[in-house]
């Protein structure tokens, strides 16, 4: 009986929903946030807080907001106080505020009715269990822009001023806010928005670096020791850069790359895995290839049949020069001049069929460095050599 190996040591440590126990390069804004809700552990009751965390997708705002509720809770049970976080997608509650509040009260209550109430009736009985149980919570509405897109103001007015009414009771409901960004508030009152607005966390987009560093902290998680090659974490970064420093676009391309691995039985992840991953989520088109110049094509071939062959991310322009020369040879075609050649990297480029970046230190001068991130190798080099007939 033959052993099935595999490259993950744990994989559900790239799972979308999971949370670790450190966020890469978001702590200041984690300890922001916590000073923020800093009262619900000194003087629970007192007061209610309302923030907003702000951030394009892929930014670790729900990350962020879970590890967050989880460390709250913490404190706050070591201090003896009752406080629950509450984390709802408005998006996945079809953006209804009864959907909402249904979802919250079950978390107290699992049998409670679905039907027969209205949403401000719901937001009664929800006041009245936190104050039966004596429990605080802080309700974290995650995609907020499908709560006011679907029902404008009113919903987020009435979650707001549900404490106003009790000004001599404990204040039991606090807000964490989570959206992609402030122009969906240009509909709500501007007494709701400036209170909205007084606490914000702007999470920036990921950087390379930052991104080559949260991946390499999920390797460390999910795979056995060594068998992500540092090229091919390299590419992944660079991807998820182009995709405006989507950390999550990264991780699922990682998770891609490993299940690549794992379908091709080889005992690393490389590059060509990722290139496998990366067409799977945005393939290039067969007619943009096809449609290249014979030369362009015989370029691309002597590329993708270098790459098939190497663990490497990027060539330099002289050793794709010299597999262009060698497919030349073996097509019978006289190969073009370094000229012309530049000017196909450039328009390969500018189609997202390679990549081309000038080399940084470590190479004698500056070179042009050629990658094929965004397709397989061997799936281009099969495809090419039934187009061009070298099969």
Not at 28 to 57: C, D, H, W, Y
Not at 98 to 105: G, H
Not at 293 to 320: P, V
Request: aromatic fraction near 8%; hydrophobic fraction near 40%.
């Amino acid at each position: 009986m033959s052993s099935y190996f595999t490259v993950f040591k744990d994989e559900s440590k790239l799972d979308i929903n999971y949370i670790p126990a450190r966020l890469s390069h978001r702590d200041s804004q984690l300890n922001l946030l916590t000073r923020f809700f800093q009262f619900a552990i000194e003087s629970p009751g007192k007061m209610a807080q309302r923030v907003l965390i702000v951030g394009k997708v892929g930014t670790g705002k729900t990350a962020l907001a879970k590890l967050f509720g989880l460390k709250i809770m913490q404190m706050t049970a070591e201090k003896g106080v009752n406080l629950r976080y509450v984390h709802v997608n408005c998006r996945e509650r079809k953006g209804s505020l009864f959907m909402i509040l249904q979802q919250v009260i079950l978390d107290f209550y699992p049998h409670f009715p679905r039907r027969g109430y209205s949403s401000e009736e719901l937001l009664q009985m929800l006041i009245q269990v936190l104050d039966e149980q004596n429990v605080f919570v802080i309700l974290a509405l995650d995609e907020l822009e499908a709560l006011i897109e679907n029902e404008g103001a009113d919903a987020l007015y009435k979650v707001t001023r549900i404490n106003e009414s009790r000004l001599k009771s404990a204040q039991r409901i606090s807000l964490l806010g989570v959206l992609r960004g402030l122009e969906v508030l240009s509909v709500l009152d501007e007494s709701t928005r400036s209170t909205l607005q007084r606490n914000i966390i702007f999470l920036e987009d990921y950087s390379k670096s930052q991104l080559r560093d949260i991946l390499a902290a999920r390797v460390a998680l999910a795979f056995k020791n060594g068998v992500v090659l540092d090229e091919a974490l390299d590419l992944i970064a660079e991807l998820a850069e182009k995709e405006g420093g989507n950390a999550r676009y990264g991780i699922e391309l990682l998770w891609r790359a490993g299940k690549y691995a794992d379908a091709s039985a080889a005992s690393e992840v490389a590059p060509e895995c990722v290139r496998h991953a990366s067409s799977s989520v945005y393939p290039v088109q067969k007619d943009a290839v096809f449609s290249l110049g014979l030369h362009e094509q015989l370029f691309l071939l002597g590329l993708a049949r270098r790459f098939k062959k190497s663990k490497d991310a990027y060539l330099t322009m002289g050793e794709a020069e010299e597999a262009y020369r060698i497919v030349c040879e073996e097509y019978g075609e006289k190969p073009r001049r370094h000229t012309q050649l530049w000017k196909y990297v450039n328009n390969l480029t500018a189609v997202d069929i390679v990549k081309s970046k000038v080399s940084s230190d470590g190479l004698r001068g500056k070179t042009t460095l050629i990658g094929l991130p965004y397709v397989s190798a061997a799936e281009l080099e099969r495809e090419l050599s039934k187009r061009l007939g070298l099969q």
